[in-house]
C-alpha cells in the first residue's frame, strides 16, 4: 500500500494558462475523490468517481475544470483558462466502496496562478 | 443542506496537558459518519478518529477520543497528554451512510492547535 500519490506537488502558472494534476489511488481502491483547499479553509468537495463513472461534480466544478478517470486507476483533473481564484490545493483521496469505509488523502498539488 | 461547524479557529495546549476541539454539525439525516482529520503543515490529511452516528458509545483511539451528544448534533475531540506532533489543523467532517451514496466528506473550517513544550 503505496497511498495516495499526487503529481505533480506544486505549480506556479501564468493566468490564462492550462493545467494538469494526476493523481494514483490506493491501488485497490474503486472511488477516488476531488476535493479544493484554499488557506484557512477546509477541503471543498469537486467530484467523485466510482470506477471510470463521474458519479457527482459540485457546483464549484465550472465549465473550466474537467476529470477524468479513463480506465478507473488514475485520475487526472485540467484546468483550462487559470485564473488567480483557481490557486489552491487540490486535493486527492480514494476509498473501497462501502459507506463506512475510509477515505484516504494524497498529500495535495499547490497550484498557485500569477 | 448538511454543515460542520468549528468555532475555534486556534487552539494552544501545554505539552502532556489535555485539549478538546469543538465542533457541530447540521443536518436532517438520522444515519452518517463523522470524523476528526488531522493535517500538519505541509504533509497530508491523516484519519484521527470516526463515529458511527447509529452508535451510542464514544470512539476512542489511544489518546484520542470523542464526546458525541447526537441530539445536540455535537461532536468534541479530546486529546489526552498532548505531544509536540499533535501540533496541526483538525478538522470535523461529516458523511452520509446510506448505501449508494456519494460517501462526500463536508468538512468543517478546522482549527489549528499549537502545542507548546
Known sequence: ?114 | AQTVTQSQPEMSVQEAETVTLSCTYDTSESDYYLFWYKQPPSRQMILVIRQEAYKQQNATENRFSVNFQKAAKSFSLKISDSQLGDAAMYFCAYRISYGGATNKLIFGTGTLLAVQP
Open chain 1, 1 to 114: 500500500d503505496t497511498g495516495v500519490s499526487q503529481d505533480p506537488r506544486h505549480k506556479i502558472t501564468k493566468r490564462g494558462q492550462n493545467v494538469t494534476f494526476r493523481c494514483d489511488p490506493i491501488s485497490e481502491h474503486n472511488r477516488l475523490y476531488w476535493y479544493r483547499q484554499t488557506l484557512g479553509q477546509g477541503p471543498e468537495f469537486l467530484t467523485y468517481f466510482q470506477n471510470e463513472a463521474q458519479l457527482e461534480k459540485s457546483r464549484l466544478l465550472s465549465d473550466r475544470f474537467s476529470a477524468e478517470r479513463p480506465k478507473g486507476s488514475f485520475s487526472t483533473l485540467e484546468i483550462q483558462r487559470t485564473e488567480q481564484g483557481d490557486s489552491a490545493m487540490y486535493l486527492c483521496a480514494s476509498s473501497q466502496q462501502g459507506s463506512g469505509n475510509t477515505i484516504y488523502f494524497g498529500e495535495g498539488s499547490w497550484l498557485t496562478v500569477v
